[in-house]
């Protein structure tokens, strides 16, 4: 057995101090709306040295020095982390750049991604040229490379080249066009230019593959990224051995760590029953694997005396644990929350190898600290955390691999059950905080996925590399646990979300959770209740009776806004369609409803659009109470889905005291369009939303003959905020109609560096000149105004601003 430090206590509580210094200094860096000067934090180092060399040397009181080491080591986080961030910052793409061709010669540094619109890829870039003459471009792009038809100029299509057969390592010389990373900012959203900049990534664009453009051109294969090379042919070798896709994209996902060939009802189904991490090779999972590696080895150790006299089992466990969760992290892609699952697992894996036993607490700090150290803006990520607690349970406490003693075989399995339980039921009020959502059968589904994907499929999977046949009893083994996935996904009860609380309530939350599964007396650990019931009773703050809310969200380039009233919602429009796997639904509109725990009564979706109805699938889906008003066809596939009423001028209802009335169409426009009328945007609903005080006016993509007709026709129009028509461009925004609205506030729904020039500045113009205060989606992110407050507006980007996030030159 080993034994306590004999001057623990006083190296305890400097450590602790220090430790906790480190996190806390990072993580106030991390709140900087702005980064200072890089000679600010340098100067910040000097004077927290000198601090730390007086206390080593001063003879004062145990606990003033503790305060001291605490404020020198946050002091000096502080400053690394925002030198590092002002040194990364200085090799951004100069915005002279943007959306210029640059000829770039580069290395594919990691696995190339194939979806059905083309290849994306991170490229390392070695070389670049505007018209022959030097230029400095970040050197991680992200790229990507798309056949087919093209928008080159406003409105002509061009035929591209089909993207070329890419590997990893390979040297390309391609004309690229690249912009910042700007990604939407949404209430609780993912954020995308964080996600990037921890990934060193400082620009995206794609290849210019016109005719007009170079051909790229295939310079030779380098000795640089040998892993993702491998990892390629693996997964190549993976699809051409098992037949069913389905079964070889999960396969992929386990040994190369390529979710892409993942389909997206099977994604569906993992997360509705809170297994996702196991196919996302997430630190979850790579703490999971090297438990399991860690048992298997115990076990087989166990049964050698003479290695049993060399190396005890548990320090042989432990060590091989550890190194067989680095080699797959590396062989999965050796992602940013796999790096920081390996650094926390050493870390606390060379503290009991060392033979310290330090308390647990402590533990847990080191291994905090070690992560932020290597990368501060962990500290953010919902992953960390999951990972981070997953680690703790299983590694820093007293249980799994360092299980020390005789017991039979069926005990140390009802042990290793029990080891697993207690992680689900840790991380349950955690994922509830995280992502708002918590699956219920996921307490099951976890219970029987982990030990099953850790100790059988995912071995299995591994080995498959060596004897091709094991594919195919992965593959078999994946089958099974689809099946007993569908099967509990399709329960009623499947999944409990609550709405997002604010901090304090979530802190609260997180420490009732950890004193529940805390080594406490009971008495301690029924403290734990009552600090989580704020977590599970929140209720989100609605609009008072007779006012409404409108929430623009950043969808990019399209129309969503949802309007609440005290116990009403609707969505007007559903925003854009990205790819053929990913909308505006899946990705913004579904999470956010769920963030605001809110329930659709009324689905409007004004015109057939794509940037209108791109996400109205997903929503459908998820809001099966809501009806659908609409202009769309009535041989539209949505209608399959719910059928729509026609949207018609006249129409009127009153929610909670708030008038909601549509001004257009009037039953003769569909016969224009029956007619043969190509445009759909005049057929655009026009919906006002007024109460005694304050109005807004939602009004799709009309153009200025629709505009020209509502005032025309004497309709009333006035409203304070204007949803800008047809997102600013030139075909709309007529004086005279803006004359009649008389907006105070103006949004505009469109994307960074959109392909159209949306917002056209002669239509800016025109609001400037009627003083109206116009707020762009790329600028602004979400836009939320109340009309109890009608004359302010609140964005989320400028909200939340980060020095990391992008801003609009
Ligand atoms: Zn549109």
Same mark, same amino acid.
């Given at each position: 057995m080993h034994t306590a430090h004999p001057q623990w206590p006083g190296i305890a509580a400097h450590l602790t101090a220090a430790l906790a210094g480190w996190v806390l200094g990072t993580a106030i860096q991390l709140q900087q709306p702005a980064?200072?000067?890089?000679?600010?934090?340098?100067?910040? &180092?000097?004077?927290?040295?000198?601090?730390? +060399?007086? &206390?080593?040397?001063?003879?004062?009181?145990? !606990?003033?020095?503790?305060?001291? $080491? #605490?404020?020198?080591?946050?002091?000096?986080? #502080?400053?690394?982390?925002?030198?590092?961030?002002?040194?990364?910052?200085?090799?951004?793409?100069?915005?002279?750049?943007?959306?210029?061709?640059?000829?770039?010669?580069?290395?594919?540094?990691?696995?190339?991604?194939?979806?059905?619109?083309?290849?994306?890829?991170? =490229? @390392?870039?070695?070389?670049?040229?505007?018209?022959?003459?030097?230029?400095?471009?970040?050197?991680?792009?992200?790229?990507?490379?798309?056949?087919?038809?093209?928008?080159?100029?406003?409105?002509?299509?061009? =035929?591209? @080249?089909?993207?070329?057969?890419?590997? +990893?390592?390979?040297?390309?010389r391609m004309t690229l066009r690249l912009k910042a990373p700007h990604g939407s900012r949404n209430p609780q959203g993912f954020d995308y230019e964080l996600w990037l900049w921890e990934q060193g990534v400082q620009a995206t664009g794609?290849?210019?593959?016109?005719?007009?453009?170079?051909?790229?051109?295939? !310079?030779?294969? %380098?000795?640089?990224?040998? &892993? /993702?090379?491998?990892?390629?042919?693996?997964?190549? @070798?993976?699809?051409?051995?098992? *037949?069913?896709?389905?079964?070889?994209?999960?396969?992929?996902?386990?040994?190369?760590?390529?979710?892409?060939?993942? *389909?997206?009802?099977?994604?569906? &189904?993992?997360?509705?029953?809170?297994?996702?991490?196991?196919? +996302?090779?997430?630190?979850?999972?790579?703490?999971?694997?090297?438990?399991? /590696?860690?048992?298997? %080895?115990?076990?087989?150790?166990?049964?050698?005396?003479?290695?049993?006299?060399?190396?005890?089992?548990?320090?042989?466990?432990?060590?091989?644990?550890?190194? =067989?969760?680095?080699?797959?992290?590396?062989?999965?892609?050796?992602?940013?929350?796999?790096?920081?699952?390996?650094?926390?697992?050493?870390? $606390?894996?060379? !503290?009991?190898?060392?033979?310290?036993?330090?308390?647990?607490?402590?533990?847990?700090?080191?291994?905090?600290?070690?992560v932020v150290a290597a990368d501060p803006w962990a500290l953010l990520q919902a992953g960390f955390w999951l990972s981070?607690?997953?680690?703790?349970?299983?590694? +820093? %406490?007293?249980?799994?691999?360092?299980? *020390?003693?005789?017991?039979?075989?069926?005990?140390? #399995?009802?042990?290793?059950?029990?080891?697993?339980?207690?992680? %689900?039921?840790?991380?349950?009020?955690?994922?509830?905080?995280?992502?708002?959502?918590?699956?219920?059968?996921?307490?099951?589904?976890?219970?029987?996925?982990?030990?099953?994907?850790?100790l059988v499929v995912t071995p299995l999977a591994m080995l498959g590399v060596l004897v091709p046949l094991a594919w195919d009893m992965a593959a078999q083994g994946i089958g099974w646990m689809l099946l007993c996935l569908q099967w509990l996904a399709a329960l009623p009860w499947a999944t409990f979300s609550v709405a997002t609380a604010p901090w304090w309530v979530a802190v609260a939350g997180v420490v009732g959770g950890v004193a529940l599964v805390a080594p406490l007396p009971w008495s301690l650990r029924g403290l734990g209740v009552p600090l989580l019931?704020? $977590?599970?009773?929140?209720?989100?703050?609605?609009?008072?009776?007779? *006012?409404?809310?409108?929430?623009?969200?950043?969808?990019?380039?399209?129309?969503?806004?949802?309007?609440?009233?005290?116990?009403?919602?609707?969505?007007?429009?559903?925003?854009?369609?990205?790819? !053929?796997?990913?909308?505006?639904?899946?990705?913004?509109?579904?999470?956010?409803?769920?963030?605001?725990?809110? @329930?659709?009564?009324?689905?409007?979706?004004?015109?057939?659009d794509t940037d209108h109805v791109g996400g109205a699938a997903a929503v459908l889906a998820m809001q099966p109470q809501a009806d659908l008003l609409s202009s769309i066809a009535p041989d539209h596939s949505l209608q399959s889905m719910r059928p729509a009423q026609r949207c018609e001028e006249g129409q009127r209802w009153d929610w909670d005291g708030v008038q909601f009335e549509v001004l257009h169409p009037r039953a003769q426009d569909y016969d224009a369009l029956d007619r043969g009328d190509p445009k759909p945007n005049a057929l655009s609903c026009v919906l006002r939303i007024s109460t005694a005080r304050a109005s807004a006016l939602l009004v799709g993509d009309i153009e200025q003959a629709q505009e020209a007709r509502l005032v025309a026709d004497d309709t009333l129009l006035k409203a304070t905020v204007l949803l800008v028509p047809h997102h600013g461009s030139q075909t709309s925004s007529s004086a005279e109609f803006l004359n009649a609205v008389q907006p105070a506030m103006a949004l505009v729904q469109s994307g960074y560096r959109n392909r159209f020039g949306h917002p056209a500045a002669p239509v800016m113009q025109r609001y400037r000149e009627r003083n109206i205060a116009v707020h762009e989606s790329p600028r602004c992110g979400a836009f939320t105004w109340r009309s109890d407050q009608a004359d302010a507006a609140e964005c989320t980007r400028s909200m939340g601003l980060r020095y990391w996030h992008h801003r609009m030159p």
């Open positions: 980064l200072w000067d890089w000679l600010v934090y340098a100067s910040i &180092v000097l004077p927290a040295l000198v601090l730390l +060399a007086w &206390v080593a040397h001063k003879n004062i009181a145990s !606990l003033w020095r503790a305060a001291a $080491v #605490f404020t020198a080591v946050a002091a000096l986080a #502080f400053a690394a982390s925002g030198l590092r961030a002002t040194f990364f910052l200085h090799s951004a793409l100069s915005p002279s750049l943007e959306g210029r061709d640059v000829d770039v010669t580069g290395v594919v540094a990691a696995l190339p991604q194939r979806n059905e619109s083309g290849l994306r890829f991170r =490229l @390392r870039v070695e070389d670049a040229q505007r018209d022959g003459i030097a230029v400095d471009l970040p050197p991680l792009v992200d790229v990507g490379w798309y056949g087919g038809l093209f928008p080159n100029g406003s409105d002509v299509l061009a =035929l591209q @080249r089909q993207p070329a057969d890419l590997k +990893a390592g390979e040297r390309w794609y290849v210019r593959a016109t005719a007009r453009d170079p051909v790229p051109q295939r !310079l030779g294969q %380098t000795w640089q990224h040998p &892993v /993702a090379l491998a990892r390629q042919n693996v997964r190549e @070798r993976i699809f051409a051995a098992v *037949e069913q896709r389905q079964f070889a994209g999960l396969i992929a996902a386990l040994v190369v760590g390529d979710q892409n060939a993942i *389909e997206r009802a099977d994604w569906d &189904v993992f997360r509705a029953t809170g297994v996702a991490h196991l196919v +996302a090779i997430s630190g979850l999972h790579i703490t999971m694997f090297a438990w399991g /590696a860690a048992l298997l %080895t115990g076990w087989l150790w166990r049964r050698s005396a003479r290695l049993c006299q060399a190396v005890p089992a548990p320090v042989a466990a432990l060590a091989c644990g550890v190194v =067989l969760a680095l080699a797959y992290a590396l062989f999965s892609g050796w992602g940013v929350p796999a790096q920081r699952t390996c650094l926390m697992l050493a870390a $606390v894996a060379l !503290l009991r190898l060392s033979g310290v036993r330090w308390p647990w607490p402590q533990v847990w700090l080191l291994a905090c600290a070690v981070f607690v997953a680690v703790g349970v299983l590694f +820093a %406490t007293n249980s799994g691999a360092a299980d *020390e003693g005789n017991t039979g075989v069926r005990a140390r #399995f009802v042990a290793a059950m029990r080891e697993q339980w207690v992680i %689900t039921v840790a991380l349950a009020p955690l994922t509830l905080l995280l992502f708002g959502q918590v699956s219920v059968v996921g307490l099951l589904a976890n219970a029987l996925a982990i030990p099953w994907v850790t019931l704020p $977590v599970l009773l929140w209720q989100p703050v609605l609009p008072a009776q007779g *006012e409404f809310e409108l929430l623009g969200a950043d969808v990019g380039q399209g129309n969503a806004v949802l309007v609440r009233t005290a116990r009403h919602a609707l969505l007007y429009d559903a925003g854009p369609r990205y790819s !053929l796997e990913s909308d505006a639904g899946h990705r913004v509109l579904v999470p956010l409803l769920q963030t605001l725990q809110t @329930r659709l009564d009324r689905v409007v979706l004004s015109h057939r």
